[in-house]
Protein backbone atom coordinates (compact mmCIF):
# COMPACT_ATOMS: atom_id res chain seq x y z
CA UNK A 1 0.00 0.00 0.00
CA UNK A 2 1.31 3.39 -0.93
CA UNK A 3 1.42 6.07 1.70
CA UNK A 4 -1.14 8.18 -0.64
CA UNK A 5 -3.69 5.60 -0.02
CA UNK A 6 -2.32 5.11 3.85
CA UNK A 7 -2.84 8.77 4.01
CA UNK A 8 -6.38 8.85 2.52
CA UNK A 9 -7.62 6.18 4.72
CA UNK A 10 -6.35 7.75 7.61
CA UNK A 11 -8.14 11.29 6.57
CA UNK A 12 -11.27 9.37 5.77
CA UNK A 13 -11.13 7.28 8.68
CA UNK A 14 -11.12 10.99 10.32
CA UNK A 15 -13.76 12.44 8.98
CA UNK A 16 -15.82 9.85 8.93
CA UNK A 17 -15.26 9.00 12.87
CA UNK A 18 -16.01 13.10 13.47
CA UNK A 19 -19.41 12.87 11.38
CA UNK A 20 -20.59 10.12 13.68
CA UNK A 21 -19.69 11.94 16.93
CA UNK A 22 -21.50 15.50 15.85
CA UNK A 23 -24.63 12.85 14.75
CA UNK A 24 -24.82 9.98 17.32
CA UNK A 25 -23.75 12.29 20.27
CA UNK A 26 -25.80 11.93 23.18
CA UNK A 27 -25.56 14.99 24.59
CA UNK A 28 -26.07 16.65 21.19
CA UNK A 29 -22.95 18.55 21.87
CA UNK A 30 -19.51 18.78 20.06
CA UNK A 31 -16.46 20.60 22.07
CA UNK A 32 -19.54 23.00 23.31
CA UNK A 33 -21.24 23.54 20.92
CA UNK A 34 -24.63 23.06 20.34
CA UNK A 35 -25.15 20.15 17.39
CA UNK A 36 -28.98 19.79 17.99
CA UNK A 37 -30.93 19.59 14.39
CA UNK A 38 -32.48 22.73 13.50
CA UNK A 39 -35.61 22.34 11.52
CA UNK A 40 -37.36 25.45 9.86
CA UNK A 41 -40.68 27.58 10.30
CA UNK A 42 -42.54 25.07 7.39
CA UNK A 43 -41.74 22.26 9.50
CA UNK A 44 -42.05 22.74 13.05
CA UNK A 45 -43.77 26.23 13.58
CA UNK A 46 -42.55 28.97 15.48
CA UNK A 47 -43.66 32.36 16.14
CA UNK A 48 -44.37 35.70 13.70
CA UNK A 49 -43.75 39.58 15.04
CA UNK A 50 -45.11 42.44 13.41
CA UNK A 51 -42.95 45.68 14.24
CA UNK A 52 -44.07 49.17 13.85
CA UNK A 53 -42.14 52.79 14.38
CA UNK A 54 -43.47 55.01 16.43
CA UNK A 55 -42.03 57.59 14.48
CA UNK A 56 -44.36 59.22 11.76
CA UNK A 57 -41.85 60.51 9.75
CA UNK A 58 -39.19 57.48 9.73
CA UNK A 59 -37.27 56.68 6.14
CA UNK A 60 -36.54 54.06 4.10
CA UNK A 61 -33.03 53.83 5.21
CA UNK A 62 -33.64 54.05 8.63
CA UNK A 63 -36.17 51.07 8.45
CA UNK A 64 -33.55 49.23 6.12
CA UNK A 65 -30.94 49.68 8.82
CA UNK A 66 -33.01 48.41 11.68
CA UNK A 67 -34.13 45.29 9.39
CA UNK A 68 -30.50 44.55 9.50
CA UNK A 69 -30.03 45.41 13.67
CA UNK A 70 -33.08 42.88 14.18
CA UNK A 71 -31.38 40.13 11.88
CA UNK A 72 -28.24 40.57 14.05
CA UNK A 73 -30.19 40.15 16.85
CA UNK A 74 -32.14 37.29 15.96
CA UNK A 75 -28.84 35.39 14.72
CA UNK A 76 -27.03 35.93 18.40
CA UNK A 77 -30.36 34.08 19.13
CA UNK A 78 -29.35 31.01 17.69
CA UNK A 79 -32.72 31.13 15.73
CA UNK A 80 -31.89 30.10 11.69
CA UNK A 81 -34.20 30.50 8.91
CA UNK A 82 -35.22 33.69 10.05
CA UNK A 83 -37.38 35.75 7.71
CA UNK A 84 -36.42 39.58 8.35
CA UNK A 85 -38.31 41.67 5.54
CA UNK A 86 -39.72 45.17 5.92
CA UNK A 87 -43.86 45.30 5.32
CA UNK A 88 -45.03 48.80 3.83
CA UNK A 89 -44.21 52.35 5.04
CA UNK A 90 -43.26 51.68 8.89
CA UNK A 91 -43.20 47.85 9.93
CA UNK A 92 -40.90 45.19 9.71
CA UNK A 93 -42.01 41.43 9.92
CA UNK A 94 -39.76 38.43 11.95
CA UNK A 95 -40.51 34.96 11.76
CA UNK A 96 -38.62 32.79 14.18
CA UNK A 97 -38.78 29.19 13.86
CA UNK A 98 -38.56 26.89 16.95
CA UNK A 99 -37.64 29.39 19.50
CA UNK A 100 -36.75 28.01 23.17
CA UNK A 101 -37.92 31.24 24.65
CA UNK A 102 -40.30 33.22 22.67
CA UNK A 103 -40.78 36.12 25.50
CA UNK A 104 -36.94 36.78 25.29
CA UNK A 105 -36.83 36.62 21.87
CA UNK A 106 -39.56 38.90 21.53
CA UNK A 107 -37.96 41.22 24.56
CA UNK A 108 -34.78 41.18 22.06
CA UNK A 109 -36.59 42.59 18.81
CA UNK A 110 -38.47 45.37 20.74
CA UNK A 111 -35.76 47.18 21.99
CA UNK A 112 -33.72 49.94 20.78
CA UNK A 113 -30.36 48.84 22.37
CA UNK A 114 -30.18 52.59 23.80
CA UNK A 115 -27.50 52.38 26.95
CA UNK A 116 -27.43 55.46 29.13
CA UNK A 117 -26.30 56.18 32.65
CA UNK A 118 -28.47 58.86 34.47
CA UNK A 119 -27.94 61.03 37.62
CA UNK A 120 -30.94 59.90 39.61
CA UNK A 121 -30.23 62.67 41.80
CA UNK A 122 -29.20 60.40 44.90
CA UNK A 123 -32.84 58.28 44.70
CA UNK A 124 -32.76 54.74 44.01
CA UNK A 125 -35.21 54.17 41.54
CA UNK A 126 -37.10 50.74 41.52
CA UNK A 127 -35.83 47.87 38.45
CA UNK A 128 -38.21 48.28 35.88
CA UNK A 129 -39.02 51.84 36.25
CA UNK A 130 -39.48 53.66 33.27
CA UNK A 131 -38.29 57.18 33.50
CA UNK A 132 -37.34 60.20 30.99
CA UNK A 133 -33.89 61.21 30.42
CA UNK A 134 -32.10 64.47 28.60
CA UNK A 135 -31.47 61.85 25.94
CA UNK A 136 -34.51 60.51 25.48
CA UNK A 137 -37.68 62.27 27.04
CA UNK A 138 -40.46 60.67 25.48
CA UNK A 139 -40.13 56.72 25.49
CA UNK A 140 -42.72 55.56 23.28
CA UNK A 141 -45.86 55.15 25.54
CA UNK A 142 -46.67 51.66 24.45
CA UNK A 143 -43.60 50.60 25.86
CA UNK A 144 -44.99 52.05 29.28
CA UNK A 145 -47.64 49.46 29.74
CA UNK A 146 -50.56 51.66 31.90
CA UNK A 147 -49.12 54.80 31.51
CA UNK A 148 -51.00 57.03 28.72
CA UNK A 149 -49.59 60.59 29.33
CA UNK A 150 -46.15 61.34 29.30
CA UNK A 151 -46.21 63.62 31.32
CA UNK A 152 -47.03 60.49 33.96
CA UNK A 153 -43.67 59.56 34.29
CA UNK A 154 -42.54 62.29 36.26
CA UNK A 155 -39.17 64.41 35.90
CA UNK A 156 -36.55 64.43 33.20
CA UNK A 157 -33.54 62.89 34.72
CA UNK A 158 -29.68 64.19 33.38
CA UNK A 159 -27.88 61.71 30.74
CA UNK A 160 -24.46 60.99 31.78
CA UNK A 161 -23.36 59.01 28.85
CA UNK A 162 -24.74 58.95 25.36
CA UNK A 163 -25.43 55.47 23.74
CA UNK A 164 -23.80 56.00 20.74
CA UNK A 165 -20.43 56.11 22.90
CA UNK A 166 -20.62 52.63 23.43
CA UNK A 167 -18.00 50.50 22.35
CA UNK A 168 -20.08 47.16 21.28
CA UNK A 169 -17.13 45.43 20.97
CA UNK A 170 -16.36 45.41 24.61
CA UNK A 171 -20.16 44.16 25.36
CA UNK A 172 -19.30 40.62 26.59
CA UNK A 173 -20.97 37.78 29.37
CA UNK A 174 -19.62 37.84 32.17
CA UNK A 175 -20.06 36.78 36.06
CA UNK A 176 -19.29 39.27 39.04
CA UNK A 177 -18.80 38.94 42.80
CA UNK A 178 -21.14 40.14 44.82
CA UNK A 179 -19.86 39.70 48.24
CA UNK A 180 -21.61 36.67 50.28
CA UNK A 181 -24.21 36.55 47.24
CA UNK A 182 -21.35 35.22 45.20
CA UNK A 183 -21.34 35.22 41.80
CA UNK A 184 -24.18 37.19 39.49
CA UNK A 185 -24.97 37.56 36.11
CA UNK A 186 -23.17 40.74 34.65
CA UNK A 187 -22.47 42.41 31.18
CA UNK A 188 -19.71 44.35 30.68
CA UNK A 189 -19.24 47.35 29.09
CA UNK A 190 -17.14 50.43 27.77
CA UNK A 191 -17.47 53.48 26.65
CA UNK A 192 -15.88 55.32 24.70
CA UNK A 193 -14.93 59.44 23.70
CA UNK A 194 -17.07 62.12 25.79
CA UNK A 195 -19.08 59.69 27.56
CA UNK A 196 -16.18 57.61 29.13
CA UNK A 197 -14.76 60.93 30.37
CA UNK A 198 -18.47 62.01 31.67
CA UNK A 199 -18.83 58.81 32.88
CA UNK A 200 -15.37 58.81 35.21
CA UNK A 201 -16.11 62.39 36.50
CA UNK A 202 -19.12 61.76 37.80
CA UNK A 203 -18.36 58.52 39.38
CA UNK A 204 -15.59 60.16 41.08
CA UNK A 205 -17.40 62.86 42.40
CA UNK A 206 -20.15 60.55 43.99
CA UNK A 207 -18.33 57.82 45.65
CA UNK A 208 -21.05 56.12 48.10
CA UNK A 209 -23.89 57.51 45.82
CA UNK A 210 -26.82 55.26 43.45
CA UNK A 211 -26.67 55.79 40.07
CA UNK A 212 -28.71 54.71 37.63
CA UNK A 213 -28.33 52.15 34.36
CA UNK A 214 -31.16 52.50 32.36
CA UNK A 215 -31.99 50.51 29.16
CA UNK A 216 -34.19 51.77 26.61
CA UNK A 217 -35.88 54.53 29.19
CA UNK A 218 -36.36 51.22 31.69
CA UNK A 219 -34.11 51.15 34.51
CA UNK A 220 -32.11 48.03 35.09
CA UNK A 221 -30.46 48.87 38.37
CA UNK A 222 -29.24 51.63 40.58
CA UNK A 223 -25.59 50.32 42.02
CA UNK A 224 -24.05 52.49 44.41
CA UNK A 225 -20.70 54.17 43.18
CA UNK A 226 -18.04 51.95 45.19
CA UNK A 227 -15.24 53.40 42.93
CA UNK A 228 -14.67 55.99 40.11
CA UNK A 229 -14.77 54.48 36.89
CA UNK A 230 -11.56 55.98 34.95
CA UNK A 231 -11.41 54.24 31.74
CA UNK A 232 -15.45 54.21 31.00
CA UNK A 233 -15.58 50.36 31.51
CA UNK A 234 -17.62 48.46 33.80
CA UNK A 235 -20.61 45.90 34.67
CA UNK A 236 -24.11 45.86 34.79
CA UNK A 237 -25.32 43.24 37.38
CA UNK A 238 -28.89 41.08 36.60
CA UNK A 239 -30.62 38.83 38.37
CA UNK A 240 -30.95 35.78 35.99
CA UNK A 241 -28.62 34.78 32.68
CA UNK A 242 -32.25 34.79 30.70
CA UNK A 243 -31.63 38.67 32.08
CA UNK A 244 -28.37 39.05 30.63
CA UNK A 245 -28.58 37.56 27.59
CA UNK A 246 -31.38 39.66 26.62
CA UNK A 247 -29.47 43.21 27.74
CA UNK A 248 -26.36 41.37 25.56
CA UNK A 249 -28.36 40.87 22.59
CA UNK A 250 -29.33 44.37 22.73
CA UNK A 251 -25.73 45.87 23.27
CA UNK A 252 -23.72 44.03 21.64
CA UNK A 253 -25.28 44.04 17.86
CA UNK A 254 -26.27 47.64 17.61
CA UNK A 255 -28.78 50.00 18.51
CA UNK A 256 -31.64 50.74 16.55
CA UNK A 257 -31.82 53.96 14.75
CA UNK A 258 -35.84 54.34 15.71
CA UNK A 259 -37.92 53.11 18.17
CA UNK A 260 -40.05 49.74 17.65
CA UNK A 261 -42.97 48.35 19.28
CA UNK A 262 -44.55 45.06 18.90
CA UNK A 263 -47.98 45.62 17.07
CA UNK A 264 -48.82 41.86 16.46
CA UNK A 265 -47.16 38.81 17.76
CA UNK A 266 -48.18 35.16 16.91
CA UNK A 267 -47.91 31.20 17.29
CA UNK A 268 -47.57 29.94 13.71
CA UNK A 269 -47.90 25.91 12.94
CA UNK A 270 -46.15 24.32 10.62
CA UNK A 271 -47.13 24.41 6.91
CA UNK A 272 -46.04 20.74 6.72
CA UNK A 273 -46.66 19.08 9.87
CA UNK A 274 -44.88 15.76 11.19
CA UNK A 275 -46.48 13.44 8.33
CA UNK A 276 -45.06 15.77 5.95
CA UNK A 277 -41.97 15.19 7.07
CA UNK A 278 -42.14 11.60 7.85
CA UNK A 279 -43.50 11.34 4.16
CA UNK A 280 -40.03 12.98 2.91
CA UNK A 281 -37.83 11.14 4.60
CA UNK A 282 -39.09 7.86 3.75
CA UNK A 283 -39.22 9.09 0.05
CA UNK A 284 -35.38 10.17 0.53
CA UNK A 285 -34.42 7.02 1.73
CA UNK A 286 -36.42 5.32 -1.22
CA UNK A 287 -34.65 7.55 -3.60
CA UNK A 288 -31.48 6.60 -2.51
CA UNK A 289 -32.07 2.60 -2.01
CA UNK A 290 -33.14 3.06 -6.09
CA UNK A 291 -29.85 4.86 -6.99
CA UNK A 292 -27.75 2.47 -5.00
CA UNK A 293 -29.55 -0.28 -6.49
CA UNK A 294 -29.05 1.30 -10.18
CA UNK A 295 -25.28 1.94 -9.24
CA UNK A 296 -24.86 -1.48 -8.20
CA UNK A 297 -26.52 -3.53 -10.62
CA UNK A 298 -24.97 -1.45 -14.03
CA UNK A 299 -21.69 -0.96 -12.47
CA UNK A 300 -21.32 -3.97 -10.16
CA UNK A 301 -18.26 -3.87 -7.66
CA UNK A 302 -17.76 -0.01 -8.28
CA UNK A 303 -21.04 0.55 -8.27
CA UNK A 304 -20.79 -0.65 -4.77
CA UNK A 305 -18.03 1.39 -3.50
CA UNK A 306 -19.67 4.52 -4.72
CA UNK A 307 -23.22 3.35 -3.07
CA UNK A 308 -20.49 3.14 0.28
CA UNK A 309 -19.38 6.63 -0.90
CA UNK A 310 -22.93 8.29 -0.55
CA UNK A 311 -23.59 7.05 2.53
CA UNK A 312 -20.68 8.50 3.85
CA UNK A 313 -21.90 11.96 1.66
CA UNK A 314 -25.28 11.49 3.99
CA UNK A 315 -23.47 11.44 6.94
CA UNK A 316 -21.15 14.02 6.39
CA UNK A 317 -23.97 16.46 4.83
CA UNK A 318 -25.85 16.04 7.66
CA UNK A 319 -22.77 16.59 10.71
CA UNK A 320 -21.95 20.05 8.83
CA UNK A 321 -25.64 20.94 8.88
CA UNK A 322 -25.47 20.14 12.68
CA UNK A 323 -22.20 21.70 12.84
CA UNK A 324 -22.85 25.17 11.06
CA UNK A 325 -25.56 25.25 12.21
CA UNK A 326 -28.26 25.20 9.42
CA UNK A 327 -31.50 25.27 9.99
CA UNK A 328 -33.80 22.78 7.76
CA UNK A 329 -36.92 23.39 5.78
CA UNK A 330 -38.42 22.36 2.57
CA UNK A 331 -35.99 24.28 0.00
CA UNK A 332 -33.07 23.36 2.06
CA UNK A 333 -33.98 19.63 1.61
CA UNK A 334 -34.60 20.13 -2.01
CA UNK A 335 -31.05 21.27 -2.01
CA UNK A 336 -29.36 18.43 -0.30
CA UNK A 337 -31.31 15.99 -2.28
CA UNK A 338 -30.25 17.68 -5.92
CA UNK A 339 -26.52 17.68 -4.69
CA UNK A 340 -26.48 13.54 -4.34
CA UNK A 341 -27.79 13.15 -7.62
CA UNK A 342 -24.86 15.55 -8.70
CA UNK A 343 -22.80 13.28 -6.37
CA UNK A 344 -23.93 10.93 -8.17
CA UNK A 345 -23.47 11.74 -12.23
CA UNK A 346 -19.44 12.79 -10.97
CA UNK A 347 -19.46 8.51 -10.04
CA UNK A 348 -21.31 7.67 -13.55
CA UNK A 349 -18.65 9.79 -15.19
CA UNK A 350 -15.74 8.46 -13.77
CA UNK A 351 -16.94 4.76 -13.77
CA UNK A 352 -18.01 5.20 -17.71
CA UNK A 353 -14.20 6.59 -18.38
CA UNK A 354 -12.68 3.59 -16.75
CA UNK A 355 -14.49 0.92 -18.45
CA UNK A 356 -13.48 2.68 -21.96
CA UNK A 357 -10.01 2.57 -20.57
CA UNK A 358 -10.22 -1.14 -19.88
CA UNK A 359 -11.30 -2.07 -23.05
CA UNK A 360 -8.86 -0.42 -24.58
CA UNK A 361 -6.56 -3.30 -23.01
CA UNK A 362 -5.31 -0.76 -20.18
CA UNK A 363 -4.83 -2.88 -16.89
CA UNK A 364 -6.98 -2.37 -14.11
CA UNK A 365 -4.82 0.37 -12.48
CA UNK A 366 -4.05 2.02 -15.41
CA UNK A 367 -7.75 1.96 -16.55
CA UNK A 368 -8.12 3.53 -13.22
CA UNK A 369 -6.03 6.72 -12.62
CA UNK A 370 -7.01 7.46 -16.44
CA UNK A 371 -10.63 7.39 -15.72
CA UNK A 372 -10.21 9.63 -12.96
CA UNK A 373 -7.84 11.86 -14.74
CA UNK A 374 -10.24 12.16 -18.25
CA UNK A 375 -13.44 12.42 -16.13
CA UNK A 376 -11.64 15.45 -14.09
CA UNK A 377 -12.52 18.47 -16.19
CA UNK A 378 -15.95 17.86 -16.45
CA UNK A 379 -16.66 16.96 -12.93
CA UNK A 380 -14.52 20.34 -12.18
CA UNK A 381 -16.13 22.55 -14.42
CA UNK A 382 -19.99 21.10 -13.90
CA UNK A 383 -19.43 21.60 -9.85
CA UNK A 384 -17.82 25.28 -10.26
CA UNK A 385 -20.98 25.72 -12.69
CA UNK A 386 -23.33 24.71 -9.68
CA UNK A 387 -20.94 26.63 -6.76
CA UNK A 388 -21.35 29.57 -8.70
CA UNK A 389 -25.31 29.19 -9.17
CA UNK A 390 -25.34 28.43 -5.80
CA UNK A 391 -23.45 31.58 -4.29
CA UNK A 392 -25.64 33.87 -6.84
CA UNK A 393 -28.35 32.75 -5.39
CA UNK A 394 -27.29 32.68 -1.65
CA UNK A 395 -26.38 36.14 -2.13
CA UNK A 396 -29.43 37.41 -3.80
CA UNK A 397 -31.36 35.69 -0.70
CA UNK A 398 -29.50 37.64 1.44
CA UNK A 399 -29.98 40.88 -0.48
CA UNK A 400 -33.74 41.24 -0.70
CA UNK A 401 -34.15 38.87 2.48
CA UNK A 402 -35.25 35.71 0.70
CA UNK A 403 -34.04 33.20 3.37
CA UNK A 404 -36.11 30.05 1.59
CA UNK A 405 -33.48 30.90 -1.45
CA UNK A 406 -30.58 31.24 0.90
CA UNK A 407 -31.33 27.72 2.68
CA UNK A 408 -32.06 26.11 -1.14
CA UNK A 409 -28.33 27.59 -2.21
CA UNK A 410 -26.75 26.77 1.30
CA UNK A 411 -27.12 23.15 1.20
CA UNK A 412 -26.86 22.57 -2.68
CA UNK A 413 -23.33 24.35 -2.41
CA UNK A 414 -22.37 22.72 0.78
CA UNK A 415 -23.40 18.89 -1.07
CA UNK A 416 -21.28 19.93 -4.04
CA UNK A 417 -18.08 20.46 -2.09
CA UNK A 418 -18.48 17.20 -0.09
CA UNK A 419 -19.77 15.48 -3.21
CA UNK A 420 -16.01 16.10 -4.95
CA UNK A 421 -14.56 14.84 -1.32
CA UNK A 422 -16.75 11.42 -1.83
CA UNK A 423 -16.67 10.88 -5.60
CA UNK A 424 -12.49 11.91 -5.75
CA UNK A 425 -11.18 11.19 -2.31
CA UNK A 426 -13.63 8.45 -0.92
CA UNK A 427 -14.23 6.27 -3.79
CA UNK A 428 -11.03 6.76 -5.84
CA UNK A 429 -9.42 5.49 -2.48
CA UNK A 430 -11.68 2.66 -2.22
CA UNK A 431 -11.12 1.63 -5.77
CA UNK A 432 -7.08 2.06 -5.20
CA UNK A 433 -7.15 -0.27 -2.57
CA UNK A 434 -9.42 -2.85 -4.31
CA UNK A 435 -7.51 -2.84 -7.94
CA UNK A 436 -4.80 -5.87 -6.82
CA UNK A 437 -7.65 -8.13 -6.56
CA UNK A 438 -9.12 -7.97 -9.61
CA UNK A 439 -7.44 -10.32 -12.87
CA UNK A 440 -8.94 -10.65 -16.50
CA UNK A 441 -11.20 -13.61 -15.02
CA UNK A 442 -12.92 -11.07 -12.91
CA UNK A 443 -13.55 -8.63 -14.99
CA UNK A 444 -16.88 -9.00 -14.57
CA UNK A 445 -17.09 -7.11 -11.50
CA UNK A 446 -16.78 -4.15 -13.58
CA UNK A 447 -19.92 -5.15 -15.83
CA UNK A 448 -17.44 -5.21 -19.08
CA UNK A 449 -15.64 -7.25 -21.26
CA UNK A 450 -12.49 -6.65 -22.68
CA UNK A 451 -13.25 -8.16 -25.71
CA UNK A 452 -16.75 -6.47 -26.31
CA UNK A 453 -16.30 -3.89 -28.48
CA UNK A 454 -17.97 -0.57 -27.92
CA UNK A 455 -20.97 0.80 -30.08
CA UNK A 456 -18.44 3.50 -32.39
CA UNK A 457 -15.86 0.84 -32.64
CA UNK A 458 -18.32 -1.92 -33.79
CA UNK A 459 -20.12 -0.03 -36.43
CA UNK A 460 -19.49 0.02 -39.85
CA UNK A 461 -17.99 3.54 -41.31
CA UNK A 462 -20.35 5.79 -43.45
CA UNK A 463 -19.66 5.04 -47.32
Request: proline share 5%; glycine share 8%; charged share 15%.
Amino acid sequence: MRSREITSIILIAVVTGLALWINLAPSQNFLGRDVRFRLGLDLQGGIQVLLRATEPDVTRDELETARGVIERRVNALGVGETVVQLAGSDRIIVELPGVDNPDQAVDSLRGTGRLEFIDSQGQYIPDGTVVRTSSSPTPALAETEAVTDINQLGPIYQSITDGADLDTSKVQPAFSQSGVAGSRPSVSFAFTGDSAQSLASFTAANVGKPMCIVLDNRVVSCPTINAALTDGSGVIEVNSEADRDNILTQLKYGALPVPLVIETSRSVTATLGQESVQASVVAGMVGLAVVALFMILFYRFPGFLATLALALYTLISFSIYRLIPITMTLPGIAGFILSIGLAVDANVLIFARLREEYRRGRDIRTALELGFQESWPAIRDSSVSTLITSVVLFLFGNSFGVSIIQGFALTLGLGILVSLFTAVVVTRTFLRLAAPLFSEERAWLFGIDRRAPRAAESAPEAA
